[in-house]
């Protein structure tokens, strides 16, 4: 804050940093003091998709140290991903999963179809092939004298 020649500054350290915040508080004895504030917690951002700014609802925005003292029932939120993902990430993974799934078995079920409609090719064996090539092989070819 300002200059003012009514306070000082109660720590060794007498530089504006952001450790050193504080405010003045006038006491009872008419004197005016200052108490040094915290900083604020941002608390748990989203960042697993990238597409979601901002906190995550439902988890308290506190200093790290204050937030491990929590419970965990205060650290995360009852569902999968709670405390790490939004609800609408969260939302979109299922979905896509959903669809993935809902793709390979089309995909199943299609291969299936054609299979049974397609008539089937009968393999050649071996011997047979040995044969149409001796047939091939023996002809003799006719030219002009």
Same mark, same amino acid.
């Given at each position: ?38 900083? &604020? ?13 901002? !906190? ?56 299936? &179809?054609? !299979? ?30």
């Amino acid at each position: 804050m300002g200059s003012d020649h009514r306070i000082r500054y109660l720590r060794k350290q007498s530089w504006n940093t952001a450790s050193n915040k504080f405010r003045k508080v006038k006491t009872p004895g008419r004197r005016i003091t200052i108490q040094y504030t915290k900083k &604020k917690g941002k608390g748990p951002q989203d960042k697993g998709c990238g597409g979601c700014p901002g !906190a995550l609802a439902g988890i308290p925005h506190l200093r790290p140290s204050e937030f491990r003292r929590l419970p965990h029932r205060q650290r995360t939120v009852s569902r999968p991903y709670g405390g790490t993902k939004c609800h609408k990430c969260v939302k979109e993974r299922i979905v896509r999963a959903f669809l993935i799934e809902e793709a390979k078995l089309m995909k199943k079920l299609t291969r299936e &179809k054609e !299979a049974k409609s397609a008539p089937k090719k009968e393999k050649k064996k071996k011997d047979d092939k040995k044969k149409e090539t001796k047939k091939k092989g023996g002809e003799k070819k006719k030219g002009k004298k």
